[in-house]
C-alpha cells in the first residue's frame, strides 16, 4: 500500500481520498435514495414490478458506490431485505433479494480503513472510517494543508500544551505529537462513531505495533484488540463500526503516553460542565478549567452557530500568552465575518491570511474552487497577554 507523502511532486494522491463538500452532498443523496428504496421494499402493497426495480437498483447502486453502501449500512439494509425475503415466495424477487443481501455483505465488510503521512519526515498514522458515522470520521483537505503548516515549523509546538477542537480523525493533533509538544489532547463531540474513531486513530499512531497490517484491525466478540504492546484500542467489527457494546469500560483507554482523547461540546463551555462520566464507551469531557498554550482548529465552520460556539470554546481553553491556529475554507462570507466579530467579543484578536491557489491546487485538494473565499489561515492571541512566539512579519490584525 502506498501513502501520499509532502516530499513528493505528484500529491494527486491527496485527492483521491480526502473527504470533500462533493462526499457529503452525494452521502446526502445517496440516505434519501437507500431510504426510498427500502420502505418500497418492505412495502408488500407496491407491485411486484415496483419492488423488483428498487431492489435491483439498490443493489447496483450498493455495488457501485461508496456512498450508497454506506447509506445501505447505516439504514440496515441487510437486516430488511433478510426480513422481506421471509415474506415473499415470488422466485424472481426472491432471487434478486438475495442477491442484494450479497452484495450488502460485501458492502458492511468494507469496514474502516488506515492511512499514513510523511510531513516533511514527520510521520503520523490515522484510522477513518465513514462520513455516515459524521464529517469528521474522514480526513479532510485542509487538515492535510494545516499540517504543512505545522511541520514547517516545529518549534511552535515543541514542549508546548496543545488542544485541537473538532479533531475529527486527530491527524493535526498526532502530528503536533511528533513535533515535540508536551501535551497533545483531541477533541469532538456530537457523533459517538467520531469520537470511537478518534480513539482508534490515537491508538493506532500512539501504541500500534510496527509490523500491524496498516489496513486491518483485528475484530473479535470476547476482547477489545489489543497492540503487541498490550494497550487496548478501540474494536472494530467486520462491518466497520466501532462499537464499546461488547468491552468493558474499564477496558477501554482514551490515553496513550501524552495523547488524550477527550469529548468537548464548544456550546456548553459557559456552562462550566463537570460531570466527567459520558456513555460507556466515549471517553470523559474535557475539565472546564484546563487551558492549552496552542489550540489548533481545522475545517470547523459548517454552520452559523459555529461562528459563536468555537470563539466561545478557545476563549475558554486559550491560556494567557497562548496562540490559536485555524485554516479552514470559507464556505460563506456572513458566517465568517460573524465569526471574527465574535472572537474580537472575547476579548481576542485574529489576523487572516488567504491561501494563495498554488497551494491547494499543488496538493490536488478537491472541492476547493466551491468555497467562495478559499482557504484561509488565522491566528488568534489574546488582545491583552498576545504571544510571544511566532513570526508577525505578514500578520495584520483585523479590525472588522
Not at 213 to 236: I, N
Request: charged share 30%; aromatic share 8%.
Amino acid at each position: 500500500m502506498s501513502y501520499p507523502s509532502m516530499e513528493s511532486d505528484d500529491d494527486d494522491d491527496i485527492s483521491e481520498c480526502n473527504a470533500d463538500e462533493g462526499d457529503f452532498y452525494e452521502l446526502l443523496i445517496a440516505g434519501e435514495r437507500v431510504g426510498e428504496w427500502l420502505d418500497t421494499i418492505r412495502n408488500r402493497d407496491k407491485t411486484k414490478v415496483v419492488r423488483l426495480r428498487a431492489v435491483r437498483e439498490l443493489t447496483a447502486a450498493m455495488d457501485t458506490k461508496e456512498a450508497y453502501a454506506e447509506e445501505a449500512r447505516q439504514a440496515e439494509a441487510a437486516t430488511v431485505l433478510t426480513k422481506a425475503l421471509t415474506l415473499t415466495q415470488d422466485e424472481e424477487l426472491m432471487d434478486a433479494i438475495s442477491a442484494a443481501i450479497s452484495v450488502c455483505g460485501g458492502a458492511l465488510s468494507r469496514g474502516s480503513t488506515s492511512r499514513e503521512f510523511d510531513f516533511l519526515g514527520y510521520k503520523v498514522r490515522i484510522k477513518e472510517s465513514s462520513l455516515g458515522d459524521g464529517l469528521g470520521a474522514r480526513m479532510w483537505g485542509a487538515s492535510y494543508l494545516m499540517c504543512k503548516d505545522l511541520a514547517s515549523a516545529p518549534s511552535l509546538l515543541a514542549g508546548k500544551r496543545v488542544l485541537e477542537l473538532g479533531a475529527g480523525v486527530g491527524v493535526c493533533g498526532l502530528l503536533a505529537r511528533e513535533l515535540g509538544a508536551e501535551r497533545v489532547v483531541l477533541t469532538e463531540a456530537l457523533f459517538p462513531g467520531v469520537l470511537k474513531n478518534l480513539a482508534d486513530s490515537a491508538a493506532f499512531h500512539c501504541e500500534a505495533a510496527s509490523d500491524l497490517p496498516p489496513d486491518t484491525c483485528p475484530a473479535g466478540e470476547d476482547a477489545p484488540y489489543r497492540t503487541a504492546k498490550g494497550v487496548p484500542c478501540m474494536r472494530w467489527h467486520p462491518d466497520g463500526r466501532g462499537t464499546g457494546t461488547h468491552v468493558s469500560p474499564g477496558d477501554l483507554r482514551f490515553d496513550y503516553g501524552n495523547v488524550s482523547v477527550r469529548y468537548l461540546d464548544w456550546s456548553e463551555e459557559d456552562d462550566k460542565v463537570t460531570e466527567s462520566s459520558l456513555a460507556p464507551g466515549l471517553p470523559p469531557r474535557l475539565p472546564p478549567d484546563e487551558k492549552f498554550e496552542v489550540i489548533l482548529v481545522c475545517d470547523c465552520l459548517y454552520e452559523m452557530e459555529h461562528a459563536t460556539w468555537l470563539p466561545l470554546a478557545i476563549a475558554s481553553r486559550l491560556a494567557p500568552h497562548g496562540r490559536c491556529h485555524i485554516l479552514c475554507p470559507v464556505r460563506y462570507e456572513d458566517m465568517f465575518k460573524a465569526f471574527r466579530s465574535n472572537i474580537r467579543s472575547r476579548g481576542l484578536r485574529v489576523s487572516v491570511e488567504v491561501a494563495q491557489d498554488s497551494e491547494w491546487d499543488r496538493a490536488g485538494i478537491r472541492g476547493s474552487a466551491e468555497y467562495p473565499g478559499g482557504f484561509t489561515r488565522l491566528r488568534i492571541e489574546w488582545l491583552t497577554s498576545p504571544a510571544t512566539d511566532w513570526d508577525r512579519t505578514h500578520m495584520e490584525w483585523c479590525t472588522y
